[in-house]
């Protein structure tokens, strides 16, 4: 746990340079990236690691709203301002989850045939994941079809979103965010307690607790900062004049 929503964002980009170093040592690395206001604090800070040999590695994303090319809501447009730009990556190692024009669940079928290319299914070298308020994770929400999908990649209609902008969009769903050698998630903010605290104490079920795909393990590796984990310290307090 952090003190401060910065500390955590700043030790998550130092693991994921460390990965990302370690794997494009190999020949090539790959990483999806995430989208939202966690993940543009996130993309911020990664940015600010000059070690990562981003020549060599392939950027994915965890997920995309079906938007007119730059619109400023795009998973795309928030890596491109946050990270893309300033650190100069290529345009042919950044692979688009989904084109303008493009309706969900054509990008998803085109996603999934993309990452084809890293195995069956898709094994990430990175993932970077900003857990949601409501306990989903990319853009993989509770009850969804993309909760119970068995493919790499699903489309999320507009019926299914919760979240602004209600619009259509494509996921990297749990059969792929489980598969990656590592995954980072980023919890912070008070609006994130009740989610911190629900996903670490109730018993595993992806398609109800979505962000269980990617529960704390050798492989997974959650940031989360004193505000989000407020509502695990309080109910860990014993209560006045406990042993």
């Known amino acids: 746990m952090y003190q401060t929503d910065a500390e955590a964002y700043e030790a998550a ?10 794997a494009a040592a190999t020949g090539r690395a790959s990483v999806a990236l995430p989208g939202g206001r966690g993940g543009r604090a996130l993309l911020l800070a990664l940015a600010g690691r000059g070690e990562i040999p981003w020549e060599r590695v392939d950027v994915y994303f965890t997920d995309e709203v079906c938007l007119p090319d730059g619109d400023a809501r795009r998973t795309l447009v928030v890596a ?17 989850m989904v084109h303008d ?12 045939t993309l990452l084809g290319v890293l195995g069956t299914p898709p094994v990430l070298d990175l993932v970077l994941a900003d857990l949601g308020a409501d306990g989903g994770v990319a853009g993989v929400r509770a009850g969804s079809l993309a909760a119970r999908s ?32 590592h995954a980072i998630v980023m919890a912070t903010g008070a609006g994130r307690a009740t989610a911190v605290a629900t996903i670490l104490r109730e018993p595993p079920d992806v398609e109800r607790r979505p962000a269980q795909a990617l529960l704390p393990s050798d492989t997974v590796s959650w940031f989360v900062d004193r505000a989000a984990a407020d509502t695990l ?9 406990g042993q």
Request: proline share 6%; net charge positive.
């Open 80 to 96: 491109q301002q946050s990270l893309l730009s300033p650190r100069g990556i290529a345009s042919e190692r950044v692979h688009a």
């Open 13 to 22: 980009a130092g693991l994921a340079a460390e990965r990302l170093v370690a």
């Open 101 to 112: 024009g493009d309706d969900a669940a054509g990008a998803a079928t085109a996603y999934a």
């Open 150 to 181: 068995t493919q790499p990649v699903a489309a999320v209609e507009v019926t299914e979103c919760s979240a602004e902008p209600r619009v259509a969009r494509v996921t990297l769903t749990p059969v792929t965010l489980r598969a990656a050698r």
């Open 233 to 241: 310290l309080r109910d860990a307090r014993p209560a006045a004049g």
